[in-house]
Structures are given as C-alpha cells and as structure tokens.
C-alpha cells in the first residue's frame, strides 16, 4: 500500500534553515503536497510541487522532490517562532477506494526556539 | 478562516454510544472530505463524497457512516464507540473532487475533538 513517511519532530534556532524531509512510496504522484497545521487549527496548504519539477520555491520556503529517491523536502529559510506547527507531507492516492485523495504523513512537529 | 465549519468543536461520551459530526464546506465546494486524527495513527483518509454522491472510501470502519445532504453539508456518524475511536475529526472541502479528477487544494475545518470514556 502507499505509505508516506516523515520524522515526527524538528527543533531549530529562530533565524536558521529547516528542513523537513518526507519518502513516499507511489511514483506516479502527480502532486506532492506540504500541508501545515498549527495549534488547534485545522491544516492548511503551504505549497505543492508537480512531479516533473525538481525544485519550487515560494519565498522563504523552498521543496526539493527527487523521484529517483521518492524524496521531498521542505526547507524553511530565516526560520521564525511563528513557523512552529505540524507541518504534514501529502501525495495523492492512486490505488484502491482511496484513489484521488491525500494520503498523509503523520507530521513532523518543528519547534523554534527564540 | 478556511470557510469549513465543523461541529460540535469537542464532544465527551462513553462507549457504547453514538454520535454525529457535522461539517458545512466552503460556499461552491462540491467535494467533503472527512479524516481522522490520531496520536498513534497520524492523518487518516476516511470517506469522500463529491455532489451528494460518495466518491472514495478509504479506511473507515463498518460502525462509521457519513452522507452529504443536497445543500452539501456533510455529517459523519460514529456508533458503538470505543476508547480507540477518541480523536481529531476533521472535515475538508474543495471545488473539485469528481472521478478521476484529484482533489485539487483541500480546504480544512478546525475539527472535531471527541474523547470516549
């Protein structure tokens, strides 16, 4: 079955790069997804990348996809408290009664510390 | 404010009983998504349903059900509850979602936190 794996948690210094890193297992992801969660609230789109690209970036916020490796990453440049959250990695579904929908990972926590 | 609207924010109850989730999507969302949140189980797909119709399952148990109504509101019921099923609910809409088609950008509610004691 697909599977989307990530750490659980990250901490860094306010002001460093962070970077989360996220495997998937299905190759024919069309997108893959950064979703972010913070506290008590639901998630919300950070970014997305399209499978035939290597590199997005969005202002502080940088994804790098390696399909040879079904390998994301998101790195956060200029890292600020408020960038603490659940920050969760997504692709979509393409087997069984699941298909064309987000599978999830189960979030990596990053805390920044002032 | 993502535009979904989930109630009741918490819930408390006790095994054995049953409960409804309601859900109101984004004005213009066709598609109701609705996932569970756990500590152990991370973000779990559960059901969609895309104009009324339900569009993709995915690991939902038997004692679960959910519908969407014709003003596309969504209600997920949740029946002979056990301590396992004390989580995060979370309901999600998006413009797209119809066979074939993805999902498109999923919109979230803040979810519904039920506690089984």
């Known amino acids: 079955g697909e599977d989307v794996e990530q750490s659980l948690f990250l901490s860094v210094r306010e002001g460093d790069s962070s970077v989360i890193n996220c495997t998937y297992t299905?190759?024919?992801?069309?997108?893959l997804y950064w979703y972010k969660q913070e506290p008590g609230a639901g998630l919300q789109l950070l970014t997305y990348?399209?499978?035939?690209?290597d590199m997005k970036q969005d202002q502080r916020l940088t994804v790098l996809l390696n399909k040879k490796d079904k390998h994301l990453s998101l790195r956060i440049a200029d890292t600020q408290t408020g960038d603490s959250a659940i920050y969760f990695c997504a692709e979509i579904s393409n087997y069984g009664g699941s298909q064309g929908n987000l599978i999830f990972g189960k979030g990596t926590k990053l805390s920044v510390k002032p | 404010d993502s535009g979904v609207t989930q109630t009741p924010k918490h819930l408390i109850t006790a095994t054995g009983q049953r409960v409804t989730l309601r859900c109101s999507p984004r004005?213009?969302?066709?598609?109701v998504y609705w996932y569970q949140q756990s500590l152990d189980q991370g973000l779990q797909f559960l059901i969609q349903y895309y104009n009324g119709e339900e569009r993709a399952k995915g690991n939902i148990l038997e004692r679960f059900s959910a519908q969407q109504f014709p003003d596309l509101h969504s209600e997920l019921n949740l029946s002979s509850l056990e301590l396992g099923d004390s989580a995060l609910y979370f309901c999600?809409?998006?413009?797209?979602?119809?066979?074939?088609?993805?999902?498109?950008?999923?919109?979230f509610g803040e979810g519904s936190r039920l506690t089984v004691l």
């Open positions: 990348i399209f499978s035939n690209m």
């Open positions: 004005s213009g969302d066709l598609s």
């Open positions: 999600a809409s998006s413009v797209v979602g119809g066979r074939g088609r993805g999902t498109g950008e999923l919109f």
């Open positions: 299905d190759s024919s992801s069309t997108y």
